[in-house]
């Protein structure tokens, strides 16, 4: 064990010869002098028969070094070292460094920030309605309230308060806003942009004892065109030459959804025979449980109407400037033609393509036609008729509109198409659709007659 030596001033330390002296005043502590310089101090301690040692190199004066050494010995006494003090500082350090570069990282990571990543990663994957709906839901209600804040720290609370203002008054853009919450915290998730574990825009946890239940308005009815119209309608809507407006027309010759019309492809006909055969992806309805009838019977007109339409691609309707990218007309395609021809008539009747029974809930104000409105207007139409025999025929109806499902139980043994009752049936509604008017004054038909 070193000696305690009396401590050493500063001129006795420069009165030293070279070599190595102990200074005094801390147990073990040296002082290294060379061409008569004084080149630096060290502290040695031995325990367990080991030597240990600290160099202090540098401009310390000698109280500074003292003090140092001092300090350092208490260390070494107390079972550590230095050393270990000095590492564990450099990994607090390091560690302090690391937070604060996280918690800047993630002060940028803000739920507007997640919210824009998520819609843009998926806007190629739903519809142009869905991809305004969504901003709407983000900029208008959800943005204002918590759009600035680090995705980790959007709280239930705080969730509440975006949507309590919504959530009673205006039911459907707060299930938006929820819907798009929710994914938003799932996709931050999913792609570790937050230390989140589980999505607090969940109604089954917190947020729905902050929240009341969600009010559900009682559903409308598609706006349709009543079928004692239908004639006038089509007249305006065959003087519309487009890919659209051709898509319209053959969907209500056939009593067809939207998406059924928008994503025929050519090789789903067969019009030697007459029929149509679409597949599940191309519909609403997707069954797992049971089959579905996807087969259409076509009347006489809407095959000479596919007849006569040019061949592009592989879809049926597109837009020439898409057909080489065989990109589908949109989902909203149908609307603006309907659209265009409301203010069209509007500005004549002031009434415009209206159905007076179906109100709009907030301004009281009759609704325009829609596109999916004219199965129900075929629907109609056919209730209304004078059949040989009724009951085959709202039969067939159905199955045109291919709500037929062969289940386990009602479906199980009904293995009849009633292919010919819905030949009659659609070909009476082509037949009625266009009683008067001539198609060769119309596009596609004026190509051929010219």
Same mark, same amino acid.
């Given at each position: ?176 806003? $929820?819907?798009?919450? #929710?994914?938003? @915290?799932?996709? *931050?998730?999913? /792609?570790? !942009?937050?230390?989140?574990? %589980?999505?607090? &825009? ?19 009815? $598609?706006?349709?065109? #009543?079928?004692? @119209?239908?004639? *006038?309608?089509? /007249?305006? !809507?065959?003087?519309?030459? %487009?890919?659209? &407006? ?205």
């Amino acid at each position: 064990m070193p000696r305690i030596k009396k401590p050493l001033t500063v001129k006795e330390l420069n009165a030293l010869p070279d070599g190595r002296h102990a200074v005094g005043g801390v147990k073990g502590l040296t002082v290294e002098k060379r061409a008569g310089k004084i080149t630096g101090y060290r502290l040695r301690y031995f325990k367990g028969g080991a030597e240990r040692a600290t160099t202090y190199v540098g401009t310390y004066t000698l109280g500074e070094v003292r003090k140092k050494a001092a300090d350092d010995l208490a260390l070494y006494e107390s079972g550590t070292s230095p050393q270990e003090v000095r590492a564990a500082e450099r990994q607090e350090q390091a560690e302090k460094k690391r937070e604060a570069e996280k918690q800047a990282k993630n002060a940028r990571i803000t739920f507007l920030y997640c919210a824009n990543e998520f819609i843009s990663e998926y806007t190629q994957t739903v519809s142009r309605s869905t991809n305004k709906a969504r901003h709407v839901a983000l900029n208008k209600h959800l943005a204002p309230a918590i759009g600035a804040k680090p995705i980790d720290a959007v709280t239930v609370q705080d969730l509440a308060a975006a949507l309590s203002p919504i959530w009673v008054s205006k039911p459907n853009a707060a299930q938006k806003a $929820y819907t798009l919450a #929710h994914q938003v @915290f799932d996709y *931050a998730i999913a /792609k570790e !942009l937050t230390e989140l574990r %589980s999505n607090p &825009a969940d109604l089954r946890g917190p947020l729905g004892v902050l929240l009341k239940p969600l009010p559900q308005p009682p559903k409308q009815h $598609y706006p349709a065109l #009543h079928f004692d @119209f239908i004639r *006038a309608f089509i /007249k305006d !809507l065959l003087k519309t030459p %487009s890919a659209s &407006a051709h898509a319209l027309f053959f969907a209500i010759l056939t009593g067809s959804r939207n998406s059924e019309a928008r994503l025929a492809e050519w090789k789903e006909f067969d019009l030697e025979r007459g029929i149509w055969k679409i597949p599940e992806s191309h519909q609403k309805t997707k069954d797992k449980n049971f089959e579905r009838n996807r087969t259409k019977i076509l009347s006489t007109q809407a095959i000479d109407f596919l007849k006569h339409l040019p061949k592009v691609g592989p879809l049926v309707f597109v837009k020439r400037q898409d057909a080489a990218a065989n990109r589908p007309l949109s989902d909203m395609a149908m609307t603006e033609v309907i659209k265009a021809l409301h203010e069209k008539k509007k500005e004549r009747d002031g009434r415009g393509w209206i159905d007076p029974d179906s109100l709009n809930r907030q301004t009281g104000e009759k609704r325009r036609i829609t596109a999916h409105g004219f199965r129900a207007t075929f629907r109609s139409w056919v209730e209304s008729g004078e059949w040989e025999n009724y009951t085959k025929a709202q039969e067939a109806a159905e199955a045109v509109l291919l709500h037929e499902k062969r289940d386990n139980l009602g479906g199980a043994y009904r293995r009849y198409d009633h292919a010919a009752e819905q030949r009659r049936v659609i070909q009476a509604w082509a037949d009625n659709c266009l009683e008067g008017i001539d198609l060769s004054d119309y596009s596609p038909w004026r190509r051929e007659a010219r």
